[in-house]
């Protein structure tokens, strides 16, 4: 069975960068041919997919948030992370971790989610 958890600062100051990282059990975050996501969604709004890592360490980001997103991996931990550079209110949100399992499985494992709030 695996589990996601996500963890880090859930108060960031307008400006700094948000760190997050997600801790994957039960599987392997370098098995083929999974992918690793953060997807998040700001109150009273949808789900916004942010960005992916995939097993073989290559990566994917939202056009949108290409520009100060980065998402990277420890294999020694089981663990990959997300930063978010020069946030400000708008990126309060709910940030979810989630596993892609491929078009038939989609997203078929999620973490219980955080909230990082944006606030000075």
């Known amino acids: 069975q695996v589990q996601l958890q996500e963890s880090g600062p859930g108060l960031v100051k307008p400006s700094q960068t948000l760190s997050l990282t997600c801790t994957v059990s039960g599987g392997s975050i370098t098995t083929a041919y999974y992918a690793w996501s953060w997807i998040r969604q700001p109150p009273g709004k949808g789900l916004e997919w942010m960005g992916v890592?995939?097993?073989?360490?290559?990566?994917y980001y939202s056009p949108s948030l290409k520009s100060r997103t980065s998402i990277s991996r420890d294999t020694s931990k089981n663990q990959f992370s997300l930063q978010l550079s020069s946030v400000t209110p708008e990126d309060t949100a709910v940030y979810y971790c989630?596993?892609?399992?491929?078009?038939?499985?989609?997203?078929?494992?999620w973490g219980q989610g955080t909230q990082v709030t944006v606030s000075s």
């Open positions: 890592i995939a097993y073989d360490g290559s990566t």
């Open positions: 989630a596993r892609f399992g491929g078009t038939y499985y989609f997203y078929d494992y």
